[in-house]
């Protein structure tokens, strides 16, 4: 079936996962051929791990990578002195089915060539 | 007693070995960096660079290279690291005119590579953070390099190479990185490499 599964997943849900679960749970679900929305950020441990992770699960045939995106916002430091970016949604699919992405400040635009979908392992 | 602990800092820090690691995707010109500055300053290239991705697939190490000008000397060993990404498709070596096997066999040994360069980030002293200037530069990669390297604390320049091509956009680079130094050249024309020079003795010494 040419589908493409998307899997949303809350903060609250990913609040008590140690970050190696975090990891292998993006992991598990792209290998399967799904987008994982997830609301919030990796940390910079994290977002190395991925990475590393993800070069050790490519099989070259059936799971070639990762395309991450996110969305941020601007926060204000507590006395409003600094100000830097947040994240607020993290996406990450299979490399070979995330085609196009735009990306603006405030908005992204992500095609997904789903005649792949059936192409990745499941 | 602050003169005095100013001279044992000193003391250790000139013993302290100074590694500076060459990140950046792949195809942004590491490899033609490292080169570059071996060439000025040793007279010998450290690695092999191609238009194919992923040609440097494993860490090249240059040591004790010597940069100086009338009052700095900088001292360091060049560690260049095979390009990070968060994909690795054969296909597209197949592209570059690469037979199917020998396609696979280097997208095998790219993730390895891309592991190494990971775990290199524990023993690196200093970055140059090699960009290339006719691309995006707000990647993944890119943001996850910086993240890591401001979490522990390594300095870091980020070069704007491949000034050189008419599509280079400089402004870009800055733009999205404004509390970062930027320095643009061209590792593959030698241009502007002394600005980079005069940064590193600043930022790594």
């Known amino acids: ?122 | 007693m602050v003169k005095f602990l100013d001279y044992l800092r000193n003391i250790f820090a000139k013993d302290k070995k100074v590694n500076i690691g060459l990140y950046g995707h792949p195809n942004s010109g590491k490899t033609t960096l490292a080169n570059s500055i071996a060439h000025d300053w040793i007279g010998n290239d450290i690695g092999q660079s191609s238009n194919v991705p992923h040609e440097t697939r494993s860490v090249m190490k240059q040591e004790k290279v010597v940069i100086e000008n009338d009052d700095t000397r900088l001292e360091f060993d060049i560690i260049d690291t095979p390009g990070i990404s968060t994909k690795v498709d054969y296909k597209n070596f197949l592209e570059y005119g690469l037979e199917e096997d020998e396609a696979k066999s280097r997208a095998k040994e790219a993730t390895k590579g891309i592991i190494e360069a990971i775990k290199w980030l524990d023993d690196v002293t200093g970055v140059l953070l090699v960009v290339d200037s006719t691309m995006d530069p707000l990647t993944q990669t890119n943001i996850t390099i910086i993240g890591n390297l401001e979490a522990r604390k390594i300095p870091f320049i980020v070069v704007a190479n491949k000034i050189d091509h008419s599509d280079a956009n400089i402004d870009r680079i800055i733009s999205v990185f404004p509390q970062h130094t930027v320095i643009p050249i061209s590792a593959l024309k030698k241009e502007k490499l002394d600005d980079l020079y005069e940064e590193m003795f600043k930022k790594f010494n």
């Open chain 1, 1 to 122: 079936m040419n589908g493409l599964k998307m899997d949303f997943i809350s903060s609250e849900a990913l609040e008590n996962a140690s970050s190696m679960e975090k990891i292998y749970m993006i992991i598990e679900r792209v290998k399967k051929g799904n987008i994982v929305v997830m609301e919030g950020g990796l940390t910079n441990y994290e977002r190395t791990e991925l990475i590393e992770t993800t070069m050790r699960e490519i099989d070259i045939e059936n799971f070639v990578g990762i395309d991450v995106h996110t969305l941020e916002k601007d926060t204000t430091s507590f006395l409003g002195f600094s100000k830097k970016k947040t994240v607020v949604i993290t996406i990450v699919g299979p490399a070979n089915l995330m085609k196009t992405v735009k990306k603006q400040s405030n908005f992204l635009s992500m095609v997904a060539d789903i005649t792949k979908s059936d192409e990745v392992i499941s």
